[in-house]
Each structure stands twice: as C-alpha cells, then as structure tokens.
C-alpha cells in the first residue's frame, strides 16, 4: 500500500469552469486558515483505501494511523510505501506487528500514486466551494473519500511500473 497525507481547509482556490460567452463567471474565495488533516493508504492493484482524518500530522497521530491500518488488515502483511515525512521516520512512531514500512527517494511525490487521489478528490469535493465551518470541510471530505471506487482508485493509481514490479 502506498501512504500519504494532505490538508483539507478553509482556504479555496478558483477553479476554471465554463459559461456562456457573454459572462464572466463569479467564484467566490476566501482565506480562513483552518485544517483538518487526512491520513490515506492506497492498494493500486485492488483499489483498496483505508482513510483516517485527523486534527495536524505528527508522530502520535501517524501511529494511530498505523494502528487502524493494522485492525483492518489483521489477517495480511502490510507493506506500506511512505514519503520521507519526519512522523513516517520518528524513533516514537508505534509500527504494529503486521506493518512494514519502506520509504520512497525523496522529493519525489511523482512514485507515489495515492497523490494521485488527493488531486481527486479535490477535484470531486472542493472546486469553487465555500465552507462556512471546519466541520462543513470535513463532512465534505468524508463524502467525497465514500464516492471512491474500487475501480476509479485502481484507474488513478495502477502504474505500469507498480504492476511490473510486482
């Protein structure tokens, strides 16, 4: 399984979008610095998720993570590809018995394909919206990671070199 996080706030960016030629389209923005953070595990090959939102991303909330992704995954052998993030690395972070971690080179997001799936769902949740609260984000969030398919996550995220590799 390939592992990541990313931010969801506040914080919109414009999104291009279409109208008739006589109208300029009007997207509303604003600057709220407001985040909730959402911890991801992607199997390419099956299209398997595992998500968790937490509050910021550190050591104890990596662990946490990994001890979900272990529940979950109790009967298997989880290798989980990571970035070189200081929380995937700490001396602190707790690694369930069934969680082996490796790293990916750094500074290169591109070798991991659950980035990927950030890109998305930003794209099916977060395009020219407004949230009027933080819980407003997250209910939005949670949405849009239930709308994922097994098939559209395998589409986004199977590379020819991940299943040549395996």
């Known amino acids: 399984m390939f592992e990541d996080e990313a931010s969801f706030g ?47 991303c550190d050591t104890n909330n990596m662990s946490v993570f990994l001890k979900e992704l272990s529940k979950s995954y109790n009967d298997d ?3 989980l590809v990571c970035d070189g993030a200081v929380w995937h690395k700490s001396k602190n ?12 080179p750094p500074y290169t997001p591109e070798m991991n394909p659950i980035e990927q799936i950030w890109k998305q769902i930003r794209q099916m949740g977060f395009g020219n919206k407004i949230f009027s609260t933080l ?3 997250v209910d939005r969030l949670c949405d849009t990671i239930n709308l ?19």
């Open 10 to 56: 506040r914080i919109n960016k414009p999104k291009y979008c279409w109208c008739s030629n006589k109208f300029r389209p009007c997207v509303p923005c604003h600057h709220i610095r407001e985040y909730r953070y959402v911890f991801g595990a992607v199997e390419p090959l099956t299209g398997e998720r595992f998500f968790l939102v937490m509050q910021n």
């Open 77 to 79: 052998i989880v290798i």
């Open 93 to 104: 972070l707790e690694i369930s018995g069934n969680i082996i971690m490796t790293h990916i």
């Open 135 to 137: 819980k407003a984000v």
């Open 148 to 166: 994922l398919t097994d098939e559209l996550v395998k589409s986004i995220t199977l590379r020819e070199w991940i299943y040549s590799a395996i």
